[in-house]
């Protein structure tokens, strides 16, 4: 597992656990592996995935260093051309652990019940995949969670004013998700602020992910934003708040996932 878009950024074990929803925490950090597919190393991966990767993550969980992993599987943009085939999201209860060194990674490979040697996991991994990037990013607020089968649209925001930016977002963005989410258009979202790497020059600073659960949704949520903007704002001007909008942040790319796996610790 790589170790830790970024974010602002996963199949179940177990058949039982296919309805588990996941909350993002509403403070700590996560973090988040862009990760390259070899050519023609796609059903491996996905076996290595569902099997080896599942099984260390859970381990990680279940001794409380993780609080939520999730695996997710770029549907736009797809092909040679995309930065990323998966996100490797990994959320931390806290402040995020020291990377872990080759004894760390023995100890948690042993405790997930897998055979291989730490040398020969991370062999196994890079003649599978390419690290792209790897970014840390700061929990700021959500709504709802996630589970396994959901698309998440995430939105990478270049942004001058963070502070102003989110207060914005709370404002005016939080009350439009929670409705959507009451009324079953969405299950979640969430805002983040990209810390590592940071400045101004790099590509965006916040992210914020809108969950959907279903293909549809994706496109019936997107459709009904102005209904949604009404109910949660009866006294805002639509066309004006927007503008506002337009002037806290620019969005660089919108880019959609499958939540192919996540793991919880176990009860």
């Not at 040398?119 to 996630?146: C, I, K, P, Y």
Request: glycine fraction near 6%; proline fraction near 5%.
């Amino acid at each position: 597992m790589y170790l830790s878009r970024t974010l602002s950024l996963v199949a179940i074990a177990a058949a039982s656990c296919v309805s588990l929803v996941a909350q993002q925490p509403q403070s700590g950090f996560h973090t988040v592996a862009c990760i390259k597919v070899r050519p023609d190393k796609g059903a491996d991966f996905r076996k290595f995935a569902a099997e080896d990767l599942h099984k260390f993550a859970q381990a990680r969980a279940d001794s409380g260093a993780v609080s939520i992993w999730y695996l997710l599987h770029t549907v736009y943009p797809a092909g040679k051309s995309a930065e990323c085939d998966y996100l490797s999201v990994t959320m931390y209860p806290g402040t995020p652990p020291e990377p872990m060194d080759m004894d760390g990674l023995a100890a948690v490979l042993k405790k997930a019940g897998i055979a291989s040697s730490a040398q020969e996991f991370v062999d196994r991994r890079n003649s599978l995949t390419e690290l792209v990037s790897s970014n840390l990013f700061q929990n700021q607020f959500f709504v709802g969670g996630a589970k396994k089968g959901d698309y998440f649209m995430v939105n990478y925001m270049k942004v001058a004013n963070v502070p102003d930016w989110l207060a914005y977002e709370k404002k005016v963005w939080q009350p439009i998700a929670e409705s959507l989410v009451k009324d079953g258009l969405s299950s979640g979202w969430s805002v983040n602020v990209q810390l590592l790497p940071g400045g101004t020059d790099m590509k965006f600073q916040g992210v914020t992910v809108d969950v959907y659960p279903t293909w549809d949704s994706v496109f019936k949520g997107q459709s009904q934003i102005g209904e949604h903007f009404k109910k949660a704002h009866p006294d805002m001007e639509i066309g004006t708040t927007l503008e506002n909008f337009e002037k806290l942040r620019t969005i660089e790319s919108t880019d959609l996932y499958f939540l192919q796996d996540m793991v919880v610790p176990a009860k």
